[in-house]
């Protein structure tokens, strides 16, 4: 079925829909407009500097999700050791930091 939005799946029988640009334009979107909003957060000057510093990181946060389930496919089945991976990462990093502010502090 040539120009179909349905493809074959490895399973003889079974179709899956084609996701198609539209979730990808959308995750785009989203994360430019996280990154204007921060960028004018951090324009003006006016804004209380905590209030700010929380901002970004909650943005950064979601920026990381957007990447990873939109760019990244980490969404779809079959990314449990990628995932597994990363998050091992994000704990062994978190872990030194935390070290290293107490090794410096005391």
Same mark, same amino acid.
């Given at each position: 079925m040539?120009?179909s ?7 003889p029988?079974?179709?899956?829909r ?6 990808? @334009?959308?995750?785009? =979107?989203?994360? $430019? &407009? *996280?990154?204007?909003i921060?960028?004018a957060t %951090?324009i003006?000057?006016e @804004?209380?500097?905590s =209030?700010?510093? $929380? &901002? *970004?990181?909650?943005?950064a946060?979601?920026? %990381?999700?957007?990447q990873?389930?939109?760019w ?6 079959g ?15 978190f ?11 005391w």
């Amino acid at each position: 079925m040539a120009g179909s939005e349905y493809s074959e799946s490895p399973k003889p029988g079974k179709r899956y829909r084609h996701e198609g640009p539209r979730k990808h @334009i959308i995750a785009y =979107f989203f994360s $430019i &407009l *996280l990154t204007l909003i921060a960028f004018a957060t %951090v324009i003006a000057g006016e @804004i209380n500097t905590s =209030f700010v510093y $929380i &901002l *970004l990181i909650v943005m950064a946060i979601l920026q %990381v999700i957007i990447q990873m389930s939109f760019w990244m496919h980490m969404k779809d089945r079959g990314h449990l050791f990628p995932i597994i991976g990363i998050l091992g990462g994000v704990f062994v990093a978190f872990t030194l930091v935390v070290t290293a502010e107490y090794w410096t502090w005391w």
